[in-house]
């Protein structure tokens, strides 16, 4: 008897383990969901209005994927940081995300002087997939090309080398035609002064000044002092919303002329608000613009519900959007939630020999059917349908636009194809 009753209890204490054992792998599989993506947003600093209206935009697309079923099975989940407009604590709260947590993709930053910090120091170092919606600098083509991002880094903006000679083109063709420039000390400003000052030369235009200034002073006087120097007709501001409505209200004060050409981040109602509507009448601008589909119209409609009554129309907003759909169906794509098959599968999700799949709960359940079905798709955003290069790279129009009555009007669009004829002329 005695046993039989040590036979039974090793029996039942087996029996205990084996159940143990199965629960440990059931909840080690059911950890895996949700997938937790890292984004690194300015959601404060002077540019902590892109970075809050792109966070909602990834949220969005995010949401809109989990309603379409999921990617492998699980909700995407967008864990969060704010960097603070500052490379260095982009830089901390990046490493956190790879390096602890172990994201296999982080989505920001919006501007260049926190994603290029971000991709040396963190993302290419580690292998881990890295998009930008709207950090236009050269320099991050340029690292593509001496192979140091190893294929990792994405971005869903075109870069200022074209968008400075689209700004060039503009200027001349408003009839400013010598102006001064005031510029942010960093390196999307510094990149963004050669590129329009070649083009803006080349096409005849005469640069009185070039003053770059360091961000958030209490005061911008002595640089405002330095840039009317030459006697411009105008001021050509490559700024963020807040330190930009500083520099312009100087500017004003001072006696400057009241046409000013904006880069794509002073298209912003906080900066209008804040310099006064009656004094930007003759306020232009270029941004990274669009070719609408069904997904612009989508994301127009229900943007604002989502977001909290953040406008369609806030700089990086759009391109947020396309960033977050793309990270998402190329998980789906990979068919694991592994960096380099994600890499891998970027370029396949906007294949353009795929069937086109637009922005939305139903789109994406399309789209992850066909996926499942070893079928191609070809994912047209918000900003259009898009292809990357080999160095991560998009091409695309050029969004013209003004300011008038208060509101940031669309006047035109020049295309990719215009700006490449431009930059072949100038090289002639």
């Known amino acids: 008897m005695t046993a039989i009753r040590t036979a039974r209890a090793l029996a039942a204490r087996t029996a205990a383990t084996t ?11 059911a950890a895996d969901c949700p997938i937790e993506i890292g984004m690194v947003m300015e959601l404060t600093g002077p540019a902590g209005q892109y970075g809050q209206a792109g966070a909602k935009s990834v949220e969005m697309a995010f949401r809109d994927l989990n309603e379409a079923g999921g990617v492998l099975g699980c909700d995407l989940v967008a864990d969060t940081r704010d960097s603070q407009s500052q490379g260095t604590v982009a830089v901390d709260q990046a490493n956190q995300l790879v390096n602890v947590k172990k994201v296999p993709v982080v989505i920001g930053g919006i501007i260049s002087s926190v994603s290029l910090p971000i991709l040396t120091s963190v993302t290419a170092p580690a292998g881990v997939v890295q998009v930008s919606p709207a950090s236009s ?17 994405f971005r869903t903006i075109t870069s200022d080398a074209l968008q400075g000679t689209a700004a060039a083109k503009y ?13 942010v000390n960093n390196d999307f400003g510094v990149n963004m002064v050669k590129e329009f000052s070649s083009a ?3 096409l005849g235009g005469e640069i009185t000044s070039v003053t770059p200034y360091n961000e958030r002073q209490a005061s911008y006087q002595s640089e405002v002092t330095a840039a009317l120097e030459g006697d411009p007709e105008a001021l050509y501001l490559m700024s963020y919303p807040v330190d930009g409505a500083t520099i312009a209200r100087a500017w004003i004060s001072q006696g400057g002329p009241q046409k000013f050409l904006l880069n794509d981040g002073m298209n912003s109602t906080d900066f209008i608000e804040a310099v006064g509507a009656k004094y930007l009448e003759e ?3 270029t941004s990274s613009g669009t070719t609408e589909t069904a997904s612009t119209k989508y994301f127009y409609e229900n943007y604002g519900a989502m977001s909290g009554g953040i406008d369609p129309s806030a700089p990086a907003a759009d391109r947020s959007y ?7 169906l190329a998980i789906a794509k990979a068919g694991e939630v592994d960096s380099a098959a994600i890499r891998d599968a970027i370029p396949a999700v906007v294949d353009p020999a795929g069937e086109p799949i637009y922005a939305g709960p139903e789109e ?3 789209a992850l059917g066909l996926i499942a ?4 798709i070809k994912y047209e955003g918000v900003i259009g349908p898009v292809e990357f290069d080999q160095y991560g790279d998009i091409s695309g129009p050029f969004r013209l636009w003004k300011i008038a009555g208060g509101e940031v009007t669309t006047v035109g669009q020049m295309s990719a194809e215009d700006v490449a004829a431009i930059k072949a002329g100038m090289a002639k």
């Open 364 to 366: 994406f359940k399309k």
């Open 200 to 202: 803006y030369e080349a």
């Open 322 to 328: 396309d960033a977050g759909a793309i990270v998402g």
């Open 137 to 153: 600098s050269p320099s991050l083509t340029a690292m593509g090309r001496e192979g140091k991002t190893g294929g990792y880094f």
């Open 171 to 183: 200027a001349m063709d408003q009839g400013l035609t010598k102006l001064a420039i005031i510029n």
């Open 283 to 285: 306020a232009y601008g």
């Open 19 to 29: 159940l143990i054992a199965l629960g440990t792998i059931a909840g080690a599989s």
């Open 373 to 376: 079905e070893g079928k191609p």
